[in-house]
């Protein structure tokens, strides 16, 4: 008997877990209606967003407890309902329709009534707002969904939060300026954008239905390329948003965008190790205390941030019209596997960019290792990455001639590599010798 339920359990977990990738992404998957729709934290987006008084406050905390506590008694139901099921799944023999339908009808009914408890809940806090906060509702519920529904990205750029932005940088737009402008209409675009990328996302609460269909059917491909453009819209009124504020912003445009587009484009924009150290060269005591050698780094400094620019630039582009193809491929591809076609491998264009990158700032180490000496340099954090190790009697036996080194290109070296990667016989190897292959 205890095998039997073993067996029982293990089996409605498949299903359960069987399901869960069956309805795809969205509010439908098995993880997100097992979580809150709303947690306590999120009260003070209500307290803060609609100005409510102490007393409503209050009253909105108990609101919180009483949908906490009926999710909770929710959920405790449904995983009930699954365990009977699983200790009952005996009775429908072979057929495996009426397993399937009889261990997710209880998930169907939790994933409504999860949904109704969000709702109420809205609605509960709504009924207690005085006029003042009812007309600051609509924009209020935007700057809710923005804040539940705006992670839910994929592409670079589809997750900023302007507002976020706009707020850890300590710019408030003046009510009524072309900034305050912008900014509101970035709202209202973002706003029926979400909601195109939420219908487009989400399937319901149909999963047997999702289960038995062919996951590759037109019906799918037309619903995933549904969801894509809605993804693609989201990044681009995000994107379009950041140039027009930054042109808006004046003096503090250039920061507002850096910090928009690197919380976006992360792969792109963040720090680099090189620009680190020259962080630590420009704060060094002894370059601090030397003029002529602090404005020769600060020179050379932004001599690399142009170059680094100019690459991010590309990056930035290359980033933006590549992850759509790149998308828009495996849609393709699913289509292919079941036709039995072979399936297509786009080239990355973007591993090239990054590698012309990591040798830019590898060439703008050694320019700054010329500058201070190696004294200095040797001081400055990060800067053991860029200084060539001392090679083992091992690893300097298989590095003389007919040692047969094996280089970072596959090809065969026999000597040792100076600190720009530039060979003793003239050629240049794919990956100086001694450095990591960091992101540079």
Same mark, same amino acid.
């Given at each position: 008997?205890?095998?039997l339920d073993?067996?029982?359990r293990?089996a ?5 877990w ?13 993880p997100?209606?097992?979580?809150p729709e709303y947690?306590?934290?999120?009260l003070l987006?209500?307290?803060?967003g609609?100005?409510l008084?102490d007393?409503?406050?209050a ?5 919180f407890?009483?949908y906490?506590?009926d999710f909770?008694?929710?959920l405790?139901?449904m995983?009930?309902?699954v365990?009977t099921?699983a200790?009952?799944i005996?009775e429908h023999?072979?057929?495996?329709r009426?397993?399937?339908?009889a261990?997710l ?8 009534q999860?949904?109704?408890l969000g ?11 005085d006029?003042q906060?009812?007309?600051a509702?609509?924009?209020f519920?935007?700057?809710?969904e ?9 592409l670079?750029g589809?997750?900023?939060?302007i507002?976020?932005v ?5 710019i408030?737009?003046a ?9 509101h209409?970035w709202?209202?675009?973002l706003a ?7 219908e ?6 149909n999963?047997l ?8 059917n037109e ?7 549904a969801?894509?453009r ?6 681009d ?7 027009e504020?930054?042109?808006l912003?004046?003096s503090?445009?250039?920061a507002f965008?850096?910090?928009a587009l690197k ?6 924009f963040?720090?680099t190790?090189v ?6 060269a420009?704060?060094?005591?002894k370059?601090?205390?030397?003029a002529?050698l602090?404005s020769a780094v600060?020179?050379?400094?932004a001599?690399f941030?142009?170059?680094l +620019? *100019?690459?991010?630039? !590309? /990056?930035l582009?290359t980033?933006r019209?590549f992850e759509p @193809?790149?998308?828009?491929m495996? =849609?393709d591809n ?5 036709? +039995? *076609?072979?399936?297509? !491998? /786009?080239?990355d ?6 590698q @012309?990158r990591?040798e830019?700032g =590898? ?19 990060g ?5 060539p190790?001392e090679?083992?009697?091992r690893?300097e036996n298989?590095?003389?001639p ?5 280089k970072a290109s596959?090809q065969v070296?026999?000597g040792?590599?100076d600190?720009?990667?530039k060979k ?9 010798s001694?450095?990591?292959g960091?992101?540079?």
């Amino acid at each position: 008997m205890p095998r039997l339920d073993l067996f029982r359990r293990t089996a409605a977990c498949g299903l359960l877990w069987t399901a869960s990738a069956a309805m795809g992404q969205g509010l439908g998957t098995l993880p997100e209606i097992m979580k809150p729709e709303y947690f306590s934290r999120d009260l003070l987006l209500f307290i803060e967003g609609l100005k409510l008084t102490d007393e409503q406050a209050a009253i909105s905390e108990m609101i919180f407890e009483d949908y906490e506590r009926d999710f909770q008694r929710g959920l405790d139901g449904m995983n009930a309902n699954v365990t009977t099921v699983a200790n009952t799944i005996e009775e429908h023999g072979d057929d495996k329709r009426a397993i399937v339908t009889a261990v997710l009808s209880p998930i169907q009914d939790w994933a409504r009534q999860r949904d109704v408890l969000g709702r109420q809940l809205i609605e509960n806090v709504r009924i207690i707002l005085d006029d003042q906060q009812q007309a600051a509702w609509t924009s209020f519920t935007r700057q809710l969904e923005r804040e539940k529904m705006l992670p839910d990205g994929t592409l670079s750029g589809e997750t900023t939060n302007i507002e976020h932005v706009l707020r850890d940088l300590g710019i408030h737009p003046a009510e009524g300026s072309a900034v305050a402008g912008s900014v509101h209409q970035w709202e209202l675009a973002l706003a029926e954008a979400l909601r195109r990328r939420a219908e487009a996302t989400s399937q319901g609460f149909n999963i047997l239905e999702q289960i038995e269909s062919d996951n590759a059917n037109e019906q799918d491909i037309t619903r995933r390329r549904a969801e894509l453009r809605a993804r693609i819209e989201v990044r681009d009124i995000n994107d379009a948003a950041i140039e027009e504020l930054t042109a808006l912003l004046g003096s503090e445009g250039e920061a507002f965008r850096h910090e928009a587009l690197k919380r976006g484009y992360g792969g792109v924009f963040r720090t680099t190790p090189v620009q680190r150290l020259f962080v630590a060269a420009l704060e060094s005591e002894k370059v601090v205390a030397d003029a002529a050698l602090h404005s020769a780094v600060s020179e050379l400094y932004a001599e690399f941030l142009m170059e680094l +620019g *100019e690459l991010n630039a !590309k /990056l930035l582009t290359t980033t933006r019209s590549f992850e759509p @193809e790149l998308e828009s491929m495996k =849609i393709d591809n699913r289509q292919r596997r079941v036709m +039995g *076609e072979h399936r297509i !491998k /786009l080239e990355d264009p973007i591993r090239p960019l990054k590698q @012309e990158r990591r040798e830019l700032g =590898i060439r703008y180490a050694q320019l700054l290792r010329d500058l201070l000496g190696d004294d200095i340099f040797a001081t400055l954090d990060g800067a053991a990455r860029f200084i060539p190790r001392e090679r083992t009697p091992r690893e300097e036996n298989a590095a003389r001639p007919g040692g047969g080194s094996i280089k970072a290109s596959g090809q065969v070296g026999s000597g040792r590599d100076d600190f720009l990667g530039k060979k003793r016989g003239g050629q240049q190897p794919s990956k100086p010798s001694g450095l990591s292959g960091g992101n540079n």
